[in-house]
């Protein structure tokens, strides 16, 4: 049962919620012509709240024990596709002055792996946090280029990787130092996310998930990949 | 696939969350929609047609969720397997809706959602059921497990998008049939690609079926600390664990009660708490059954009966007498309900030391008994009540009558063994009980040694008149059946005897549609039977 921590976390979200749909609103009401390069920034900041949100209270629940993922089979092809459209419908745009203009990073994507009409169990919900953190993640620091792929793990379980053709990961973060992650710009609470889903995925005999990052992405950019049990 | 070709239902208790989720559907295609606030609502507009989809919100309002509308509906066959269900959830709905056991929706989606998202999901559960139709046409009311096997056979064959629910469904199939070493065999093979936790709970199954208890309770235990949502694990678990360590069931119960607040599973708690003693505990689980649900559509009497056990146990006089009156409150009235009642104040008027207000009540169960039919569980309460008033004679032939009809139904006879032990007549109980299935078995025996030995028209006579007194015993049925059978091949079409072996499958293929020997009757039948004669509809 949920305490009064997480029943805040969930207000905050929902009120986060309909602010995006004021937004929305706001943008209509005053030019819906001409995008607003603020009111872009606006929208994104709010989504990007609400998945911290998500996160926070996944590790919330996990320090009280509560966090129990909900494992089913997925139809890979199926669960990328919607990842995909929901990248696509959240995806962050720059602004050119005043006015948003689409971002012209390209995302290339491997997907032979799913298309074989292959099944995974594992909590949707959740894994599709971590990889859309992973790809918005990959958006702000490619240069041109991302390549997002499934591919079989060698020995069992699948592997999504993210790569881009940015500078790479700082040493501390590949350290796995998370002060000094804190110190930077970002709190680190993704990267803790991340990791908390991978390791939370679990077969009975014992395997598990994990999160692995490294620099041998695009010409030496980051490549974060999850492998899952 | 169209979807403005189908006809769906929608169902949510808040006006404006209707609205604009049938706006949606609309935009999506579905213009065909009708719409229920309710579950009785709903319950209504599905006996009256057909309907392709149903879009059920989680929150239903009054104690009501969607969840328990679908268990309904499914047990009760008014959703065919081929109608797709679609749930709706704010998140905290959400882990509810995903751990659900035994009856879950077909998929789930998460609020807010876009008119888009919802098509594609409708869609593709659509094409899922349409793609299995060939199998689920063998299931439901009448299942055909030969031909629904076949039918997953040939779909696995196809080798199409769907194999691993097609092999879910054969998994159940073959563990249904009591077939353990093909369904081990099944699940072995799945697991040796992935773990997903059906297949592990159903290898589990399996190895209990296969007699290998020890390692199915090891590989549970392992599979609820991987997926600690899963419930149906849990349920496998506390089923496991019921037959050798009730106190241990007990906490699986709790630990699932944790992850899930069900009605059905605080059923299932009180009835361990009562078998444990652990008296308070069952008032609270029973407690919250009663009062959860204020639709009415769950009710039980055995609620409320097992209810004012726990209060006359902990000797709260006051609230057990509340407990038995509320049940009368709040159902229907039937002289099987007033039975009921009469029989639980018995022993609470023992228990207060009332035994004249106990004789009275328990004078009134037994009239009721004796003009009418009773269902199993009210017997048992009058047998309960018999023990109490110092009527034990009188309480075990109550007991030998339930047990040889339902000689075959394992929770009868547990129920059955539960009422000794309230009694406090454990070894009696169980010596008891052992003696009615040996007895049962003799006869059986007896009347297959008297064909055998060319006696045939004994057997049948004692077939017959045991198949009539017990008309819940499939295995009498059967083996009446099949004597009369026997008969008409020695001695020529009678169609009076083919008429009366006709009679007893159907009342076998009633009493337990699964047994494991009504297929063989029921060729032997076909096998007879001459052109002309009545067709048997199992």
Redesign the interface.
């Known amino acids: 049962?949920?305490t009064l921590v997480a029943a805040a976390i969930?207000d905050a979200?929902n009120a986060l919620?309909s602010l995006g749909v004021w937004l929305d609103e706001a943008q209509r009401e005053c030019d819906p012509q001409h995008k607003s390069a603020a009111m872009l920034q606006a929208k994104t900041i709010t989504a990007l709240l609400s998945s911290q949100l998500v996160e926070l209270l996944a590790l919330y629940r996990a320090g009280e024990g509560n966090l129990?993922?909900?494992?089913?089979?997925q139809?890979l092809?199926?669960f990328l596709a919607?990842l995909m459209?929901e990248l696509a419908a959240s995806r962050p745009m720059e602004s050119n002055g005043t006015t948003a203009v689409a971002s012209p990073i390209a995302i290339d994507t491997d997907f032979a792996f799913a298309e074989q009409?292959v099944?995974?169990?594992f909590d949707a919900?959740l894994v599709k946090f971590v990889l859309l953190d992973a790809l918005r993640n990959a958006l702000r620091h490619a240069k041109q280029r991302i390549h997002f792929s499934i591919a079989a793990e060698p020995g069992?379980g699948i592997r999504f990787s993210v790569a881009d053709d940015g500078t790479g990961y700082p040493p501390e973060t590949l350290n796995n130092e998370t002060s000094s992650a804190m110190s930077k710009k970002s709190s680190g609470l993704g990267l803790s996310f991340a990791r908390l889903i991978a390791a939370r995925h679990?077969?009975?005999?014992?395997?598990h998930g994990r999160l692995e990052l490294s620099n041998d992405g695009l010409n030496g950019g980051a490549r974060v990949s999850l492998i899952l049990? | 696939m169209q979807l403005s070709e189908k006809v769906g239902l929608l169902i949510d208790d808040i006006a404006a969350m209707r609205t604009t989720v049938r706006i949606q559907l609309a935009s999506i295609g579905l213009e065909k929609c009708d719409q229920a606030r309710d579950i009785k609502e709903a319950i209504e507009k599905l006996n009256l047609k057909h309907y392709d989809l149903i879009v059920c919100d989680y929150n239903l309002g009054k104690g009501a969720d969607g969840q328990q509308f679908l268990e309904l509906v499914r047990r009760k066959q008014l959703l065919p397997m081929t109608t797709a269900f679609l749930m709706i959830t704010g998140e905290t709905g959400y882990q509810q809706v995903s751990t659900a056991a035994e009856y879950s929706p077909d998929d789930y989606l998460l609020k807010p959602f876009t008119a888009e998202t919802l098509g594609t999901r409708l869609v593709r559960i659509i094409e899922k059921k349409e793609a299995l139709q060939p199998i689920y046409q063998h299931m439901g009311a009448k299942t055909d497990f030969t031909k629904a096997l076949a039918a997953c056979d040939d779909l696995l064959a196809k080798k199409t998008r769907y194999s691993l629910e097609v092999l879910r469904i054969k998994g159940d199939l073959l563990l249904g049939k009591g077939r353990a070493s093909e369904a081990l065999a099944l699940y072995d093979e799945i697991l040796k690609e992935r773990s997903t936790p059906w297949a592990e709970v159903g290898k589990a199954q399996a190895l209990i079926a296969y007699g290998n208890p020890d390692e199915a309770r090891i590989l549970l235990e392992q599979t609820l600390v991987a997926y600690p949502n899963y419930l149906a694990g849990y349920d496998a678990l506390a089923n496991l664990l019921v037959k050798t360590d009730k106190p241990a069931a007990q906490q699986v119960v709790e630990q699932a009660l944790h992850v899930a607040m069900t009605t059905q599973r605080q059923r299932d708690l009180g009835s361990l708490a009562i078998s444990n003693k652990d008296f308070s505990r069952a008032e609270e689980a029973y407690r919250y059954a009663v009062d959860r649900d204020r639709t009415g559509f769950f009710k039980s009497p055995d609620d409320y009966a097992a209810l004012a056990r726990s209060c006359f146990e902990q000797d709260k006089i006051p609230e057990a007498l509340n407990a038995a009156k509320d049940m009368a409150q709040h159902l229907p009235r039937t002289p099987e309900l007033a039975a009921r009642q009469a029989a639980v104040e018995c022993q609470v008027h023992i228990r207060a030391g009332d035994e004249k207000a106990a004789k009275a009540a328990l004078a009134k169960a037994q009239a009721a008994q004796k003009s009418s039919k009773l269902d199993v569980n009210t017997m048992l309460e009058i047998a309960q009540a018999c023990f109490a008033a110092g009527e034990p004679d009188e309480a075990k032939k109550i007991i030998q009558d339930v047990a040889e009809d339902h000689q075959e139904n394992e929770q009868v006879i547990n129920a059955a063994r539960g009422v000794f032990e309230a009694a406090g007549l454990d070894e009696e109980g169980a010596e008891f009980l052992d003696n009615t299935r040996k007895n049962m078995i003799r006869l059986n025996n007896d009347a297959v040694a008297l064909a055998k030995s060319g006696e045939l028209d004994k057997a049948i006579t004692m077939l017959v008149e045991a198949a009539d007194r017990l008309p819940n015993n499939a295995q009498v049925a059967i083996n009446a059946a099949q004597a009369l059978l026997m008969r008409v091949q020695q001695q020529g079409v009678d169609m009076t005897q083919l008429g009366q072996a006709h009679r007893y499958i159907t009342q076998a293929y009633r009493a337990h549609p699964t047994h494991p020997k009504l297929e063989g009757a029921v060729a032997y039948y076909r096998k007879i039977a001459p052109p002309g004669a009545r067709q048997l509809e199992v």
């Open positions: 049962m949920d969930h979200k919620s129990r993922l909900a494992v089913e089979d139809h092809g199926d919607e459209a009409n099944a995974w169990a919900y069992g679990a077969t009975p005999s014992g395997h049990p």
